[in-house]
């Protein structure tokens, strides 16, 4: 009997770094697949559909959502972006550990679908901090940042619908705690998978038996 | 408002290794403080009351068992052994993180008193494994390794009643793991401590707020 993989939700703020969290930890730990999004928009340079992103059209999206194929979605600039049920649960079944980087909306929508998920919320030190990490993007404007910062506010009050939060002060602390996070979630009782973790089977009544 | 300090309890079969993995533990984390159990027996060579063990008579010891002033309690070889609630009581209440390290007997007494405990089960990776580490401890008779395995069946089968199982296959792996667990459950959204984890209070509302 395989034991289910674990879903890892990795979330948080715009700009609170959780993309370069989510890439050191998957450098460190590299038996957790990362979960690919579908999207409308264009591939950009050098871009691969089912390695980057799966490249859809518009009518292929709003199919999947109409089939509730999809754990979350959304609208951004007028591109679509969400997340296939199916690699995510194929990949499960398997017991293979799945994780998926989302900012705060997707999070919430997933962990209506999958509230088995591990979810853990990336913080910015303060306020300041994230303005001025903001700031500093050359992607985002004046505007998009006030907007963001007021969002943030909203976002920082939905840490309490998280298993663990992590504050992002510094990258090395904070990816060390994701990867405990990883580790620890990995030696649960419930999470334990007998034919990986164990040396022999000698033991396996005490996890799978019926004893009381 | 400071929030209490999380209970860890390091329990395992007899000869499993968990006092070493303990101390190695605690070498590594250094911010949690040690259980110090009471016994009715002598203190041996350089042991001191406070520190090593709660050095009582047995009429004292009675007492605290008449009090509920134990945690847990048990008769070893004509000497009673037991956890005193106040000391472990008393450093939670102070956001104090404690450590407790136990055989299973115990650790089933503890869960029923502390079912917010954070429960560890040290495992031996084979039965052969916890045969030979138990027939190479100069303090075993035959006959006491021969009981110890029979108990060991038993032992294994209360794994489920625990949060977390690492197995003690090799020494360093398995205190990475309980490590980890720690740093692990200090992220944990319930367990985080505002006052002790976060660079300013600015956020303060995400956490203590009574928004939804």
Redesign the interface.
């Known amino acids: 009997m395989t034991k289910k993989g674990i879903l890892f939700i990795i979330s948080g703020p715009s700009g609170v770094g959780k993309g370069t969290i989510k890439d050191a930890v998957l450098a460190k730990i590299t038996d957790i697949k990362l979960s690919i999004s579908a999207t409308t928009r264009s591939p950009r340079n050098g871009e691969t559909s089912g390695k980057d992103y799966f490249f859809v059209n518009k009518d292929v999206f709003q199919q999947l959502i109409n089939n509730d194929e999809l754990l979350e979605w959304a609208n951004v600039y007028d591109n679509m972006y969400g997340t296939p049920r199916q690699f995510v649960e194929e990949n499960l079944t398997r017991g293979q550990d799945v994780m998926l980087e989302i900012d705060i909306q997707g999070a919430l929508q997933i962990k209506s679908k999958k509230p088995d998920g591990v979810f ?2 990336i ?1 910015p ?5 994230l303005s001025s990490r903001l700031a500093t993007r050359a992607t985002d404007t004046p505007e998009s940042i006030k907007l963001r910062l007021a969002a943030c ?1 909203w976002e ?5 619908r ?6 992002n ?1 510094e990258l090395q602390t904070a990816v ?2 994701v ?3 990883i ?3 990995r ?3 419930k999470n ?1 998978n007998l034919e990986r ?4 089977s ?2 396996n ?3 799978n ?1 019926s ?1 009381k």
Do not use: N, R, W
């Open positions: 853990i919320f913080s030190p303060s306020i300041e901090e506010k920082m009050e939905q840490v309490k998280y298993d663990y939060v992590v504050l002060h060390d705690k990867c405990a996070i580790t620890a979630e030696c649960k009782v334990f973790d164990m040396i022999d000698s033991f009544s005490g996890f038996g004893s």
